[in-house]
């Protein structure tokens, strides 16, 4: 967990327009696991960025499918 923490540290202060900016990290309790789990928040970036996706105010916010890895 240690490394996980350090390692999202490092990526919320990259900024780069090639690399998908982390906003968040936080723990969180999963019941269908009946444990606790990490959770990212990443940026989309299918057809362009978030920040252009809400500055051009044309933007429809859709529901997406969540994949669990590990």
């Known amino acids: 967990m240690k490394e996980?923490?350090?390692?999202?540290?490092?990526?919320?202060r990259l900024r780069h327009p090639n690399i998908i900016q982390l906003y968040g990290l936080w723990r969180g309790y999963d019941p269908d696991l009946a444990a606790m789990r990490v959770f990212m928040v990443l940026e989309f970036c299918g057809?362009?960025?978030?920040?252009?996706?809400?500055?051009?105010?044309?933007?429809?916010v859709?529901?997406?499918?969540?994949?669990?890895?590990?």
Do not use: I, N, P, W
């Open 4 to 12: 996980v923490v350090q390692e999202c540290k490092m990526l919320h």
């Open 62 to 70: 859709r529901v997406c499918v969540c994949v669990r890895v590990g």
């Open 47 to 60: 057809g362009g960025t978030l920040a252009e996706a809400v500055d051009s105010r044309e933007f429809e």
